[in-house]
């Protein structure tokens, strides 16, 4: 990956400072799922929020006030998914982060162009390549202090930032083994047409029916689960949860506290996109 020197100084003074106090109470408060990490993630996820928060232009908008509260409680959410990575990136082709206070209805021309969107419908967030994150701060705040519901709009929508880049959201993010490559298009697809199956029959589910939209919200549905119920996706989908144990290096099964998620099928939320 390119990585200019000049960012990796600024990023080395920024993480030569002490980290914030009142930052670990935010953790604390309202990202519980920090509880559940080895202390060597913990540091690890500590350094990329700091790095994201730093970097990523926010917005507050519909009168949302932007304070360390929300950009340490969304930094740290998003971030998880890189727990793994061993690089210095922290999504550095984002472009603004645009937090509203609640679900809100966008405009035609702010709708992703590839959701289509009910008119009028409120949604909870949004993503585009290379262009803005739209969250609801209630929904992201939520998402944080219940980390084992499988509901988490920044999750879902920083799955999305990475399944696009390539430039397309289509369900595959880039595959950087050769037993990923090898394995990852057949397992999507089973798993893609099992999702569809069971919601046509109204079957329950562990993952929300709202993956059944396109492989795109499979992939972002899916990683909300795997890393809040990643005991349910482990026995219900064993296949999906070893490809993206693969992918996200990472397992979360083996965090202790993670181990206590619960045992029913999940019921459908607010539609994100």
Not at 55 to 65: D, K, L, Y
Not at 195 to 210: A, S
Not at 246 to 264: K, S, T
Request: aromatic residues 10%; glycine residues 8%.
């Amino acid at each position: 990956m390119i990585f200019d020197w000049g960012k990796k100084r600024r990023r080395a003074k920024l993480l030569a400072e002490p980290f914030p106090e009142p930052w670990l109470a935010i953790l604390g408060d309202d990202v519980r799922q920090y509880a559940c990490l080895t202390e060597p993630q913990q540091d690890r996820l500590r350094d990329k929020l700091r790095i994201f928060a730093a970097e990523r232009r926010w917005e507050g908008c519909g009168g949302q006030v932007i304070d360390d509260r929300v950009r340490v409680t969304i930094a740290a959410q998003a971030c998880l998914l890189l727990l793994g990575m061993e690089d210095d990136w922290c999504f550095d082709h984002v472009g603004d982060i645009l937090v509203y206070p609640d679900a809100v209805s966008l405009p035609p021309e702010m709708q992703h162009q590839m959701i289509v969107e009910e008119e009028g419908v409120p949604i909870s967030g949004q993503a585009w390549y290379g262009g803005p994150v739209i969250l609801s701060w209630s929904h992201a705040l939520s998402g944080g202090r219940h980390p084992h519901d499988g509901h988490n709009v920044v999750l879902h929508e920083f799955a999305h930032q990475l399944d696009a880049l390539d430039g397309e959201m289509g369900g595959t993010p880039p595959l950087t083994t050769p037993h990923l490559r090898d394995t990852w298009h057949g397992v999507i697809e089973s798993e893609y047409a099992r999702v569809c199956r069971m919601v046509d029959r109204g079957m329950p589910m562990v993952l929300d029916e709202y993956a059944s939209a396109s492989r795109a919200e499979l992939f972002a549905v899916a990683t909300e689960h795997f890393f809040e119920q990643p005991l349910l996706v482990r026995r219900h989908h064993p296949e999906l949860y070893a490809v993206f144990r693969e992918f996200y290096r990472l397992d979360p099964h083996e965090w202790p506290q993670c181990r206590r998620a619960p045992r029913g099928m999940v019921t459908p939320r607010g539609q994100s996109s």
